[in-house]
């Protein structure tokens, strides 16, 4: 009897803790400490950037979720992290979807933590058509590496992002910087022709392509030959990966020369064997050496562009939310009344009649 009683009021006592989140025994502290007890109250970026700048991996998780969920409070938590960001080497891992980049990147972060590297990963992910959120299929693939304490594996939504990445991806990127590894691994959701934004977010494209769909004539068509700075035909035993290779190489050929002189090499590799791991981990450290002269640079031409999208995005949302949007379906009726033509329109929106 005494015994089941003791059993009743440790489990009262645990409710109790559960329901209210002010008062946490000691034993959960440390998570408590992570948790918003007044949700629509602002989160105080230095108390939790200071615990992202110690690569405390709780708050690396939810400075990330923050960041994802867009607002005030993820601009000034990346405004108050950016500072302490600039030494982490960001590679991004795009191509089509199959291409087997998933477990090319898997490989990759055993190659740089036997380098003794430290490693983030940011896999942007298809979307849940209910929720909105990944569906994590890349963080399935890559389970066994989320028990290194050097590395860690995020997804994140694509929620539409036409251009292979959604727009908490830099500010992801940004957070794993600060925190301080090494190495930010960037893999984009494989939308294909449009899956060009992870140029301008990362300092290394890797773009990979399998010999059985066509993919050459994909390059020429989607722009990766301007985007790419290492090509790796994947699944090397196909019987024609060598003549995919030798395509790639015959284009860049072709090609003008790149401004920075950079001449992008062709690997052929097989992510499940680990066959060409080696000649691809050299043609990405070549291009890291190359990248040092002028990483302070490009650093600045990536904060001019993102600083001219977070405008013309902050603009546009103003602009639309200042009743505009429904003048222009009153426009619309009109539209249909009087026939009148859309620059028309557009300009009585703008205020131009």
Known sequence: MFRALVIVLCYLEFEIWNECPLRSPPSVKTIASFRNPHPHAPIRPPSHTQAV?????????????????GGE?????????YPHTGSAWRIGITGPPGAGKST??????ALFRGKGKT???????????FTGGALLGDRVRMDERTSDGGVFIRSLAARGALGGLSEATEAACDVLDAA???????ETVGVGQGELDVAGTADTVLVVLVPESGDAVQAMKAGLMEIAHVFVVNK????????MVRALRQMLHLRAVAKDGWEVPVVKTSALSGEGLDELSDALSSHRVHLEPNWQTSREVRLRRRVRRI???????????????ERLDASLELLRLENRAPHQIAATLLGAE
């Open 236 to 243: 090397a035993d196909h019987p024609e990966a060598g003549l």
């Open 119 to 129: 490693v983030g990963v940011v896999a942007v992910d298809t979307s849940s058509p």
């Open 53 to 69: 700048l110690t690569g405390e991996r709780r708050a690396i998780a939810r400075a990330i979720t923050v960041v994802e969920n």
């Open 104 to 109: 090319l990147v898997d490989r990759l972060i």
């Open 73 to 81: 409070d993820a601009a000034d938590l990346v405004d108050t992290l």
């Open 311 to 325: 405008v013309e995005e902050s603009w546009r949302a103003g602009f639309w939310s200042d009743g505009r949007s």
């Open 180 to 186: 301080g590894f090494d190495l930010v691994l960037i």
